[in-house]
């Protein structure tokens, strides 16, 4: 089985309260999250998850917060040489803008996405605003995006998984490493949502939901299963992943 590196690429970051990553804890407690690219590296495809930011906020500020640099798109896949046009593979996470802004600078990937990511894209709930056709747009019109719709194998290493916990139609990617399965969530969370500080783990919890939800029994199970199937857990929005080239070190 081909084996990959993981190169995680700050594309942007959010300020906002803890609670909105830590289900009903951390609230009043200013946050930064950085905002990922990850290029996969390995087998005979280049291949991405997520696009990150379109024009990201590059603060002293911003980057001393999450301990790392940030970069904008064309910035952060050159530091791997790679260009956009080269990218043959996006995997999408899940359809929030900041996850996918960048999307229509890869003429010639393919895009997977799951089909209820894509049904709400176009038919948002009033509650979630974080979802903006404009940047599918592109891609949708040029034929580029695929759309599963459970557990599929994308290519020899890489499989995606349905996992909705932050989103209906989020996936989790598995990808094989020479250090086992690396699983990058499908699901906006940091590593405290894996391993809970004391108050919560008075309360018995062994894992915390995202502060934004689908359903928070379900997201609570499905984020236990998921632990379960990786060696590397790489929680979406962790910001000790700022500072590293490759996964695994």
């Known amino acids: 089985m081909t084996t ?3 190169h995680p690429i700050v594309m942007g970051t959010k300020v906002f309260d803890k609670s909105m990553m830590t289900y009903q804890f951390g609230a009043g407690t200013p946050y930064t999250i950085p905002i990922y690219c990850w290029y996969i590296k390995g087998g005979d495809k280049t291949i991405l998850v997520d696009t990150g930011e379109r024009n990201p906020i590059c603060s002293a ?10 970069y904008t ?10 260009k ?7 995997i999408h996470t899940h359809l929030h803008n900041d996850h996918c802004e960048n999307d229509d600078k890869c003429p010639n990937a393919v895009f997977y996405v799951h089909e209820r990511e894509l049904a709400h894209l176009h038919a ?8 903006v056709e404009d940047y599918l747009e592109t891609v949708e019109e040029n034929g580029q995006v695929v759309t599963v719709e459970g557990n599929t194998d994308i290519v020899d290493g890489i499989r995606v998984i349905h996992t909705p916990v932050h989103t209906e139609g989020g996936l989790t990617v598995l990808i094989q490493t020479p250090a086992g399965t690396a699983a990058i969530t499908g699901f906006c ?6 391993n809970p500080p004391k108050e919560a783990r008075a309360m ?3 894992v915390i939901p995202p502060g934004t939800v689908v359903n928070s029994y379900k997201a609570y199970d499905i984020m236990q299963a998921v632990r379960s ?5 790489l929680p979406l929005h962790e910001p000790r992943f700022a500072a590293m080239g490759t996964i695994p070190e």
């Open 61 to 70: 500020e911003r980057e001393a917060a999450i301990g790392g640099k940030i």
């Open 189 to 194: 969370v940091i590593d405290e949502n894996f």
């Open 73 to 82: 798109f064309e910035e952060g896949l050159a530091r791997w040489g790679i």
């Open 84 to 90: 956009p046009e080269a990218i043959d593979v996006v």
């Open 204 to 206: 018995e919890m062994e």
């Open 4 to 6: 990959y590196t993981i």
């Open 229 to 233: 199937m990786a060696d590397i857990l």
């Open 124 to 131: 948002p709930h009033p509650l979630d605003i974080r979802y």
